[in-house]
C-alpha cells in the first residue's frame, strides 16, 4: 500500500493551494483520510480528517480557512487551503486506515510528505 501526495508548493500569504493523495495497492476498504502537518521544530498535527461516510473534523487553527475532502471511487484525498498564513508553513502528510485486501487486517498508511510554504 502506498500514499503518494501531490500539490505543495510555495504560495504568498492570502493564496490558495490544494492537496491531493491518492492511495494504492492492496487495499480492500480505507476508513479514514487525512492531513497532519509539521513545522520545523514541532510536533506531527492533525490539520483535518474524513471519515468514510463523509464526515470530518479539522483543527481549530484551519476551520473556516481548508477544506478536506475525498473520492472513494479514486482512493484520493483532498485538501483545499484558502487564506493562507506564514504560520501554515509545513510539511504536509496525508494519512489513511486501510484495510489490506491479504491480511483484512487495517493499519495506518502515511504519505513521504509535501512541503507548504507560505510567504508574507
Known amino acids: 500500500v502506498q500514499l503518494q501526495a501531490y500539490g505543495g508548493g510555495l504560495v504568498q500569504a492570502g493564496g490558495s493551494l490544494r492537496l491531493s493523495c491518492a492511495a494504492s495497492?492492496?487495499?480492500?476498504?480505507?476508513?479514514?483520510m487525512g492531513w497532519y502537518r509539521q513545522a520545523p521544530g514541532k510536533q506531527r498535527d492533525l490539520v483535518a480528517v474524513?471519515?468514510?461516510?463523509?464526515?470530518?473534523n479539522s483543527a481549530d487553527s484551519v476551520n473556516g480557512r481548508f477544506m478536506v475532502s475525498r473520492d472513494n471511487a479514486r482512493n484520493t484525498v483532498f485538501l483545499q487551503m484558502n487564506s493562507l498564513e506564514p504560520e501554515d508553513t509545513a510539511v504536509y502528510y496525508c494519512?489513511?486506515?486501510?484495510?489490506?485486501?491479504?491480511?483484512?487486517?487495517?493499519?495506518?498508511?502515511w504519505g513521504k510528505g509535501t512541503q507548504v510554504t507560505v510567504s508574507s
Open positions: 474524513i471519515s468514510s461516510d463523509g464526515s470530518t
Open positions: 495497492g492492496s487495499i480492500l476498504r480505507i476508513y479514514d
Open positions: 494519512y489513511a486506515k486501510i484495510v489490506h485486501d491479504r491480511t483484512f487486517r487495517s493499519a495506518d498508511y
